[in-house]
């Protein structure tokens, strides 16, 4: 059967021209020196395209861009950020494992220090952008502790081999990372983190990047729904006239409303430095399931041709199953709003 993902390489550069990567990060560096909420637009907009295009984005800025701005040396910073927020590098982000996806805290992944390299081992799966130039990895050092290392594509025993047989966000390159025996340069080592708090940090950031992006999907679902529902004609009138199928359409724009809400005020708090993390599991949650239903409903407004790669509606659909699971399941942002609300930690 034919199922080959195919990875637009070229949007890359494209992505940067247009000042997708980074948008949020500091001009000095140079980046966009925008503020959240533009940089959630952005999410948007490339989402209403496909989610592993805005995937793409996503990664680069919040997951590679911002660990190194946020916990890197200043050297760090002016080494690698101009040259990612431009697309010359392409970068990923290592953190879930064959043995750890829910509980990154318990990653197997780890590294010694020889004196004048460190030796890193183990493997990262599920890592999106993994053509990437570079991976921002996260490991334990002899003692336990999680630190984040920059780990370069032709590093000798580092290999990326390829995830087939996605259905699911299938313009978006998934694969593993694999060390064996990494020699990797100390001046790697992003120096101004310790802990699970530094690769959580991250996604919060990203997290906050897909309630807006999976809005996208969402709008794209609706307004194709829309269009075709004052196109078909069933019974001698366009189905938009039926009062079910205005249910349908009254309910997507009332959802996208209050969630396009949610995400905006997200970002007002987050321009002011006030946005937690257990608002931003809320946000992503409650926009997954939305643009979901949205899907779900649309492809029915398009009958039979709701199936086919004629309508985005089933690649949104499709692609929207990764974004529900990815960056925290929608469960376990369930878990972080019933811990934000009563105290109580129900994950163990
Ligand atoms: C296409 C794609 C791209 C990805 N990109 C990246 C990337 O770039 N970098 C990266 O590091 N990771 C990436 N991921 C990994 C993603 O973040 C994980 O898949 C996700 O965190 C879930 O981990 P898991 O798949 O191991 O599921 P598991 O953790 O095994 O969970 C399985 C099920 O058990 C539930 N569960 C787990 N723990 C609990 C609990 N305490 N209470 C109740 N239910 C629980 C979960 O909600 C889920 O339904 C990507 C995943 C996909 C599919």
Request: charged share 20%; glycine share 12%.
């Amino acid at each position: 059967m034919h199922n080959v993902p195919i990875f637009p390489k070229h949007i890359v550069k494209e992505l940067g021209e247009i000042g997708a990567f980074g948008p949020s990060l500091p001009a000095e560096y140079g980046c966009g020196g925008l503020d959240e909420i533009s940089y959630g637009i952005i999410m948007q907009e490339l989402e209403r395209c496909d989610s592993g295009i805005r995937s793409t984005a996503s990664m680069q800025s919040s997951l590679v861009m911002y660990p190194i701005y946020k916990y890197g040396s200043e050297e760090q910073r002016k080494k690698y950020l101009p040259k990612l927020a431009k697309g010359e590098l392409f970068g990923c982000f290592g953190l879930t494992e064959p043995n750890h996806g829910s509980n990154p805290a318990g990653m197997e992944t780890r590294f010694e220090d020889k004196g004048d390299h460190y030796l890193l081992n183990g493997a990262k799966m599920w890592i999106s952008n993994a053509l990437a130039d570079i991976a921002v990895v996260w490991a334990k050092n002899e003692n336990g502790k999680i630190k984040g290392l920059m780990v370069e594509r032709g590093m000798e025993g580092f290999s990326t081999p390829t995830t087939h047989g996605k259905w699911s966000l299938r313009a978006s390159c998934t694969g593993e990372l694999v060390f064996n025996n990494v020699r990797v340069p100390k001046e790697n080592l992003l120096p101004n983190v310790e802990g699970i708090k530094g690769p959580l940090g991250c996604l919060s950031t990203a997290r906050y990047g897909i309630a807006w992006g999976a809005i996208g999907a969402a709008l794209d679902c609706y307004d194709t729904a829309l269009r075709y529902a004052k196109e078909r004609i069933q019974f001698g009138k366009p189905i938009g006239q039926f009062q079910l199928q205005q249910k349908k359409l009254a309910e997507m724009i009332t959802e996208i409303t209050k969630a396009q809400l949610l995400v905006w005020r997200l970002g007002v708090l987050k321009n002011e430095g006030k946005a937690t993390p257990g608002q931003i599991s809320m946000a992503k949650r409650n926009s997954c399931e939305i643009a979901l239903d949205v899907a779900r409903e649309a492809r029915q407004m398009l009958g039979g041709m709701g199936i086919t790669g004629e309508y985005p509606v089933m690649r949104h659909l499709m692609n929207l199953e990764t974004v529900i699971t990815y960056e925290g399941t929608h469960d376990i942002h369930l878990l972080i709003t019933g811990h934000d609300v009563t105290g109580l930690d129900a994950f163990k």
